[in-house]
């Protein structure tokens, strides 16, 4: 049967402008989106915003805005940010629209009637930050929120609670059974330590206290918890107890579809513990995978707003471009590791992955061409008496197996890693066989086999990569002489180039000069 992948973001919250963290966690999904879509899959790639709560409610009226209004603009300039960054997703989902609002509504009643939902008084420690209440032991004794260290403060409401103490086994029992529902791991401790071995109070689900959310249908002084608004945004985006149902059967329904979420460590609770709750009680199939990614940092740590450390991606796409930026997202910090931006390791890994790597050997292989045989790809051939021929088949071989294992394990920066080992031997390969120095001999094959080795080594390369470099790795074909679609089917075809007339074009990536370049970024960012 036919696979299908199902990848989620975050849905972004739209109090302040996005910066190249929120661009980094998009793009991680947008390569694994592609990659799956690549290989054949049925492939369903979700990204959207979070609209609702009361810090949108004092914006908005900062701004003199009404709250719709307010993130009508907001999400404007996030969709503008994700078309810059080439970033494929299939359907954008606002926790404002009517189809979201609908399900959350019919969710809640339904939770109501199989008393999963009851109404309450809840009195806590209250972070006005986070819209959530604490416990005695989770506040300490200095009475701080445990997610954002602000102060908590008393305070008392009528509110619906969501019986999280029915799903407890059921949680454990799916952290039990499947070692991979949240990774790292350490996040899965996490929960387990932090949150429910202390014990797991009931979850309050509604709030009195402001009006800019979902009402409860049945009571509608109050609106439904940002959170469990939020999180449904995964199924109502998919049709979930709508007229239109073909999307969430095909997916969420669907025992051969992977279903995967990723999410930055800040919001880990809600999508490891309530969320599958929530799923558990609406008798559900759970997310296969919900993936942690790492915090991009500045030097002074994790970027915000009021320190003033944001970097905004835009400027780095119009001077290096939307391949160069994605493949640093992508290929510098270690899926699930905090990493830090710094000008000179944009640079570098610029030079040494794209440059020196991929870009040098399309220049020397196609001059080569060029000068050797006119422009025309000869046959692919294997010289028997040249061991590095052998070699570098080999490491085609293993890169592409590597890359695929990675990628189904959603580790992004490996496959990277393993697809650029094919540029790096094939540059190295260069210089063992000494093509010029062939060239002057009378027998003409171990040039032949040296030449179409290159040529090929360059389409695998550019089939491999074209998941992050969505414009360069279609230059690449070009310039190979191909028609520049993608096809995975065909990758491990060395004949794919046989009698091909190459166009050879300009560098695809000129070597950056570090110092000017780096004086440039830290100008641009305003940074030291
Ligand atoms: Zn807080």
Redesign the pocket.
Known sequence: MKKSFYITTPIYYPSAKLHIGHAYCTTLCDVLARYHRLKGDDTYFLTGSDEHGMKIEKNAALNNKSPQEFVDEIVVGFKKLWKALDISNDDYIRTTEKRHVETVQKIFSYFLKNNDIYLGEYEGWY????E?FWTDIQVGEEHL??????P?SKAKEEAYFFKTSKYLDDLLKIYDSNEKFITPESRKNEMINTFIKPGLEDLCVSRTSFSWGIPVKENPKHVIYVWLDALVNYISALGYLQKDDTLFKKFWLNDNCEKVHVLGADITRFHAIYWPMFLKALNLPLPNREFVHGLLMTKDGKMSKSKGNTIDPYPLIEEYGVDAVRYYLAREVNFGSDGQFTPEQFVERINMDLANNIGNLLNRTLSMINKYYDGVIPQFISNINNPYDSDLDQTIINSVKEYEECLNDLRVTDALIAATKIGARANKYIDETTPWVLAKQEDKTPLQSVMTHLAYSLYVSAVLLSIVLTRKSKEILLQLGLDGNINYETILNQHILDNVKINKGLPLFPRLDETIEVEKIKQMMNIK
Request: glycine letters at 0%; one cysteine or more.
């Open positions: 972070c006005k930050e986070c959530a929120c445990p997610d954002c260290h602000r908590v």
